[in-house]
């Protein structure tokens, strides 16, 4: 009968501590916040499920995930395709190839603050690049800081070119890991690009693409620095992502017992969609 080493748990366990600390122990205050209501100096009042009912009811609240989903969607449509044909165009041998996954990999390496600030210069109608270039070159009437339809295209314009990349170097992983011998077979039956593509290329990526399509929705559901400091929400509401109007609430309006339960409703509504993603894109797999 095999031993069981008992000690390696104490190589697990200073792991297991700061995941207490950095999430069980703030889940917990979430969740107490969630359900009390406080005055400060630390004097609270039980409020049950109060707070839950009233976030669900509100229209703000409905309309801040209404934007939320649209952004989420708009960014898992553009990015996920625009990957996988840049990982496609890319070389799988020589020199180009380190070149091209460092280019590729820039963009990831700026921090999301650092992203907001440059797009938010790059993108003002009067002395940034962009704005200046649609406005007086082309003949465009672009003002993202008036115009919500303008915010919007400029939001998403950023994060594509913000993390684009990160389904590239996904989906260029799961390309390069594809056996030479696939590729002989499809020319010797004269398979055409679409075919090789369709019935060889995508199946091999689709656990790398499941990844992808995962950090891409949590990342993209959740964000809210480099929104936030290009638009500031604005104009009016326009871009108020859920993330943003859950700041607003938390620390503008400082209502800690309605912004605890929003994030738990948050927090719920993206494992729950993480999870159907997930569900959805292995059910092959499962069976």
Known sequence: MKTENQKAWFFVLPVLLLVAFNALIPMMTVVNYSVQE???DNIFFWEGLTWFEQILRSDRFHAALGRQFM???LILIIEVPLGIAIALAMPRQGFWVPVCLVLMALPMLIPWNVVGAMWNIFALPDIGLLGYFLNHV???NYDMTQDPIAAWVTIITMDVWHWTSLVVLLAYAGLVSIPEAYYQAAKIDGASNWSV???IQLPKMKNVLTIAILLRFMDSFNIYTEPFV???????NST?????DLVKIALGQFDLGPAAAMSLIYFAITLFVSWL????MTKDDLN
């Open 197 to 199: 593509f369709r019935f």
């Open 230 to 236: 290009l638009t500031g929400g604005g104009p009016g």
């Open 277 to 280: 993603f997930y569900t959805l």
């Open 138 to 140: 082309l003949g465009i």
């Open 38 to 40: 406080t005055f400060g």
């Open 240 to 244: 108020t992502l859920l993330s943003i």
């Open 71 to 73: 952004f989420t969607f």
